[in-house]
């Protein structure tokens, strides 16, 4: 079986990799072999997205993209960005997974960004990655705990988040009785 995971950003590989097996585990699977590839995808939406349909659509475009790039049994795709409520920005993580035929979506919790933060990324139009790196005093933020390890002081970092939302997206493949998908094969 072929993982394909639209992205070659560790936190997101990684928390793909540890989601689809916790599945594996939960649902007792032990027989089945596996592997991943990465692919770096673009996925048809601004840098960082937002509003959820931002985030759903590039999570989908990623999936469904790299999903052609050879034999593949699953593609998956994750986004991340913000959108917002009120007046209050949120920061969610989401995944797509694939299978040729059906189209499944996962997401993270999603954590409120404090206003500073939220006015230059959501009213200023700054791309996440290097307005995180401005408030955390740090480089390359987004490829290591990412902007929900700086806000939660490391308690969830964006490769959990990228794992939540992926073991979501994947359970309707493996939870075929409930939700009507085609059987793991």
Same mark, same amino acid.
């Given at each position: 079986m072929i993982i394909r995971i639209a992205s070659t950003r560790t936190p997101k590989v990684n928390g793909v990799k540890k989601a689809f097996e916790k599945v594996l585990q939960h649902f007792h699977i032990t027989n089945?072999?596996?592997?991943?590839?990465?692919? $770096?995808?673009? @996925?048809?939406?601004?840098?960082?997205?937002?509003?959820?349909?931002?985030?759903?659509?590039?999570?989908?475009?990623?999936?469904?993209?790299?999903?052609?790039?050879g034999v593949t049994d699953f593609s998956v795709g994750v986004e991340g960005g913000v959108f917002h409520v009120g007046d209050k920005v949120f920061l969610q993580s989401w995944t797509c997974v694939f299978n040729g035929n059906e189209f499944h979506f996962g $997401?993270?919790? @999603?954590?409120e960004l404090p206003p500073v933060l939220a006015d230059v990324v959501f009213f200023e139009r700054e791309d996440l990655g290097m307005a995180i790196d401005t408030f955390a005093e740090?480089?390359?933020?987004?490829?290591?705990?990412?902007t929900f390890g700086i806000l939660t002081n490391d308690l969830?970092?964006?490769?959990?988040?990228?794992?939540?939302?992926?073991?979501?997206?994947?359970?309707?493949f493996f939870h075929s009785a409930i939700y009507g998908s085609a059987p793991l094969k």
């Open positions: 089945l072999h596996y592997q991943f590839e990465t692919v $770096a995808t673009e @996925s048809g939406v601004p840098d960082t997205p937002r509003s959820l349909s931002e985030l759903l659509t590039g999570a989908k475009n990623r999936a469904e993209k790299v999903f052609m790039h $997401a993270s919790g @999603s954590i740090q480089v390359d933020v987004r490829s290591n705990q990412g969830i970092t964006r490769e959990d988040s990228f794992e939540l939302s992926a073991v979501s997206a994947f359970i309707p």
